[in-house]
């Protein structure tokens, strides 16, 4: 068999680097903004997912999670990621980017042949706030510096 098996445990014998992780943390009292989590050119963005850990109160936060290229080409959307709704035992408040609506054009993930950004597109809550706290996480692997590119 031709190429390389990985089974995303033993990084020992993986070549060249590991797959990236970046968080992202918004709480309720954050400015409204893009913030932007840079992706090199010749990275394939894996997966990006969230949770909300303090669920939001006040009057409509909303968030995206898109792409550099296009405003509404989403990780995932506000619908899907129910900022009222905090984790607990009994609420599955993981939110994954391929497996939370069919809008996601990017929920099996995307390639970037050019440098880019992940967005995550922040509106701040109305009507005072006080409590919310969001983590998103983005898994990227840079396909051109691993050693398996060509």
């Known amino acids: 068999m031709a ?9 020992a014998n993986f070549p060249g680097e590991v797959p990236t992780m970046v968080a992202v943390e918004l709480d309720y009292d954050d400015a409204s903004a893009t913030y932007q989590v840079p992706v090199e050119a010749g990275t394939l963005v894996i997966n990006v997912w969230g949770v909300v ?21 989403y990780y995932l959307t506000n619908t899907n990621l129910a900022l009222a709704t905090a984790l607990s035992a009994g609420t599955p ?20 042949g050019a440098a880019g950004n992940v967005n995550f597109v922040w509106v701040k ?13 983005v898994q990227m692997y840079n ?4 050693g398996l590119a060509a």
């Open 125 to 137: 809550a109305t009507a005072t706030p006080t409590t919310g706290r969001w983590l998103g996480f």
């Open 3 to 11: 190429g390389n098996f990985f089974d995303g445990g033993d990084y």
């Open 93 to 112: 408040a993981v939110k994954n980017a391929s497996v939370t609506g069919t809008s996601n054009a990017y929920g099996n993930g995307k390639y970037y």
């Open 143 to 146: 396909v051109l510096n691993s």
């Open 53 to 73: 850990v303090t669920a939001f109160n006040g009057t409509s936060p909303t968030l995206n999670v898109s792409d550099s290229d296009s405003a509404t080409s």
